[in-house]
Antibody
Framework: EVQLVESGGGLVQPGGSLRLSCAAS????????MSWARQAPGKGLEWVAN????????YHVDSLKGRFTISRDNAKNSLYLQMNSLRAEDTAMYYC??????WGQGTLVTVSS | DVVMTQSPLSLPVTLGQPASISCRSS???????????LNWFQQRPGQSPRRLIY???NRDSGVPDRFTGSASGTDFTLKISRVEAEDVGVYYC?????????FGQGTKLEIK
């Protein structure tokens, strides 16, 4: 059974940083594109970033480029999202997804002073 | 970016009756490999999104056959043949042909 478990969310001040993690199991992690998506409270879904199975290609939404970076460690079956210079508008549930076909339960990031 | 426009945004439906959600893309979603990467997701209250349909009309594993997807050019439709109580939630279309992937605004299905 495919499982994706996010962690690392929490309350952070504006301008701060967080690193989200996603532990994957139940499939050959190194064979799949992986992604992050987010959902602000009461709002719709927004795709954040994608990463190639071997990490050689990465795509980030333009509006987040330079602040958010996706990465992975295939030896640890883990996906990451480094988030810097956080703003109030980054407050959202962040989901790890196997390129859309399986989703984790999400980790909540709240940016507030 | 490709804009995905859904309608209606709110959909009250009587149990056992059919429902239909439309999604229009601002440009063609046909990829260079000939496939059209249009997906439909269901998000039940308090839950993560779940993919129902991929490549326009292919149901994911475990998805009831009352859900069907279709297309006509840049117009896409998700149909539920007979709505059940467990279908309550928000439905999103999403294109994965172009980067960045983009979602529709969501359609909230409720029981009348």
């Amino acid at each position: 059974e495919v499982q994706l478990v996010e962690s690392g969310g929490g309350l952070v001040q504006p301008g701060g940083s967080l690193r989200l993690s996603c532990a994957a199991s139940g499939f050959t992690f190194s064979s799949y594109w992986m992604s992050w998506a987010r959902q602000a409270p009461g709002k719709g879904l927004e795709w954040v970033a994608n990463i190639h199975p071997d990490g050689s290609e990465k795509y980030h939404v333009d509006s987040l480029k330079g602040r958010f970076t996706i990465s992975r460690d295939n030896a640890k079956n883990s996906l990451y999202l480094q988030m810097n210079s956080l703003r109030a508008e980054d407050t959202a549930m962040y989901y790890c997804t196997r390129d859309g076909d399986h989703w984790g339960q999400g980790t909540l990031v709240t940016v507030s002073s | 970016d490709v804009v995905m426009t859904q309608s209606p945004l709110s959909l009250p439906v009587t149990l056992g009756q059919p429902a239909s959600i439309s999604c229009r893309s601002s440009q063609s979603l046909v990829y260079s490999d000939g496939n059209t990467y249009l997906n439909w997701f269901q998000q039940r209250p308090g839950q993560s999104p779940r993919r129902l349909i991929y490549k326009v009309s292919n149901r994911d594993s475990g998805v009831p056959d009352r859900f069907t997807g279709s297309a006509s050019g840049t117009d896409f439709t998700l149909k539920i043949s007979r709505v059940e109580a467990e279908d309550v939630g928000v439905y999103y279309c999403m294109q994965s042909t172009h980067w960045p992937r983009t979602f529709g605004q969501g359609t909230k299905l409720e029981i009348k």
